[in-house]
């Protein structure tokens, strides 16, 4: 992966939990994403901008509006931009079946692939009970997540000074807490039996802000993961081929070696 040259052009480039309008937010590492990496269709798997958290104080800083900017100026070059809402932007499902600035907003989306394979784009919210039944306890869950994204932003920046790539606190622990692991094989196989019922080849989600790429009970599962914690992407290749970018991973490796993606171009 990472001596993949760049700038790359896919047949469809897949984003979620971006999280724009919160202080976790990894908005330079996104664009740096964008700048090196074109598709004919892009999809914005939900939670792109964090309503939730703008509602209680607002947080927009010029990078955030960059990134806005840069995917609305794809969209004038000529990609297709889908937007498929998730919780945390849950005010764009009042506009569904609408465009503004060029951009297509709906709720759930067949994708076919290149090679003529059907699937499902969704966020995923859907199919988390705490979001659908307890709500309280879904703000409580996301005081407690901004909490721990906090500490993460000091620990990277002590990590940085000692000359170790980005590293992810939350994600650690969440995958080393025994009901969160549960969870998440549990919200693995209910988006599966979903694209199975709509007899779709597979399902592309986000929502949990873990990025994976597997079959699931016979259906192709694939979560796009975020850009708070991971800063991973999933893309379609030409060929039909799926693969999860790991940015913050790439970004280290041009970093260790001393070059950057414009250096390898250029070489």
């Not at 703008?54 to 806005?68: E, F, G, I, M, T």
């Not at 004038?76 to 764009?92: C, Q, S, T, W």
């Not at 879904?138 to 980005?166: C, H, M, P, Q």
């Not at 986000?206 to 893309?235: F, K, P």
């Amino acid at each position: 992966m990472h001596t993949q040259m760049f700038p790359r052009h896919v047949h469809a480039l897949f984003i979620s939990d971006v999280h724009l309008g919160t202080r976790g937010c990894q908005a330079e590492m996104l664009l740096e994403f964008l700048r090196w990496h074109d598709a004919e269709t892009i999809y914005l798997v939900g939670d792109i901008v964090d309503g939730w958290r703008l509602k209680r104080s607002w947080y927009w800083p010029q990078a955030h509006n960059d990134v806005a900017q840069k995917l609305m100026r794809k969209g004038r070059k000529g990609a297709r931009i889908v937007y498929v809402p998730g919780n945390h932007d849950e005010f764009l499902r009042n506009y569904l079946g609408t465009h503004f600035g060029g951009i297509e907003v709906v709720n759930s989306i067949i994708h076919e692939t290149a090679d003529h394979r059907r699937m499902l784009v969704l966020h995923g919210d859907q199919f988390d009970v705490v979001v659908r039944h307890a709500r309280w306890l879904a703000f409580l869950g996301d005081w407690a997540y901004e909490t721990a994204l906090g500490v993460n932003t000091y620990v990277n920046l002590i990590r940085r000074k000692l000359g170790f790539s980005y590293w992810s606190l939350s994600a650690w622990a969440k995958l080393k807490v025994k009901d969160a692991v549960n969870f998440i094989g549990a919200f693995e196989d209910a988006l599966s039996r979903e694209a199975e019922r709509v007899e779709a080849d597979g399902v592309i989600c986000g929502h949990i802000h873990h990025a994976a790429l597997r079959e699931q009970n016979g259906i192709r599962y694939m979560n796009c993961g975020d850009w708070v914690e991971s800063c991973t992407a999933l893309v379609e290749n030409h060929d039909g081929r799926f693969e999860i970018i790991r940015w913050a991973e790439v970004a280290a490796a041009y970093a260790d070696a001393g070059t950057a993606p414009a250096a390898k171009v250029a070489a």
